[in-house]
T-cell receptor, first 116, second 115 residues
Framework: EAGVVQSPRYKIIEKKQPVAFWCNPI?????LYWYRQNLGQGPELLIR????????DSQLPKDRFSAERLKGVDSTLKIQPAELGDSAVYLC??????????????FGPGTRLTVL | AQKITQTQPGMFVQEKEAVTLDCTYD???????LFWYKQPSSGEMIFLIY??????QNATEGRYSLNFQKARKSANLVISASQLGDSAMYFC????????????FGSGTRLSIRP
């Protein structure tokens, strides 16, 4: 079974430029998560989708970040415009069920963003 | 406030020895799950083990076991017979099964195994 797929793996851009990350979850997983992981820290949840619906986007900086999950499968996270402080690894994860029980999240390899 | 605390930023252990990675948590939610993940230098987060707040027995998965002490709000990871490939960052995480269903990660512990 294929795991969570993310692209690109690495991205280097100049500040004020836009950038987009793509994630394809494990087949059949209805819940999808985007995390940001700063160097030396644990992941911080940006947004969680259940199917097409964003059910938790409280930590998403909405002035510059946006996300979509059309058709409830793959998802795109966008930053526009990027700032120096956005340099981080962006992780996507998916799980089979949301809430209760062993709703284990499976992570993709991440996208390492460097903003110059 | 909901919080995960990992007090050991780094640990060195001799190969084949057992190691315990500490994790304490803070929540008033009665229903929650605790997870441990391993993150090698390649960057991918690898799920290791899960413990539910209502589970009576400590979880085990191969060489991994979770020492769950609910009254103390601790969920330490025990790795038996450590191997060189165990060198990585280890993160403890908590999921709250309230209506908010918040997910919180600790700051991690870097484990280095000495040959």
């Amino acid at each position: 079974e294929a795991g969570v797929v993310q692209s690109p793996r690495y991205k280097i851009i100049e500040k004020k430029q836009p950038v987009a990350f793509w994630c394809n979850p494990i087949s059949g997983h209805n819940t999808l998560y985007w995390y940001r992981q700063n160097l030396g820290q644990g992941p911080e949840l940006l947004i969680r989708y259940e199917n097409e619906e964003a059910v938790d986007d409280s930590q998403l900086p909405k002035d510059r970040f946006s996300a979509e999950r059309l058709k409830g499968v793959d998802s795109t996270l966008k930053i526009q415009p990027a700032e120096l402080g956005d340099s981080a690894v962006y992780l996507c994860a998916s799980s089979l069920v949301a809430g209760g029980g062993t709703d284990t999240q499976y992570f993709g390899p991440g996208t390492r963003l460097t903003v110059l | 406030a909901q919080k995960i605390t990992q007090t050991q930023p780094g640990m060195f252990v001799q190969e084949k020895e057992a190691v315990t990675l500490d994790c304490t948590y803070d929540t008033s939610d009665p229903s929650y799950g605790l997870f441990w993940y391993k993150q090698p230098s390649s960057g991918e987060m690898i799920f290791l083990i899960y413990q539910g707040s209502y589970d009576q027995q400590n979880a085990t998965e191969g060489r991994y076991s979770l020492n769950f002490q609910k009254a103390r709000k601790s969920a330490n990871l025990v790795i038996s017979a450590s191997q060189l490939g165990d060198s990585a960052m280890y993160f403890c995480a908590m999921r709250l099964y309230s209506s908010a269903s918040k997910i919180i990660f600790g700051s991690g512990t870097r484990l280095s195994i000495r040959p």
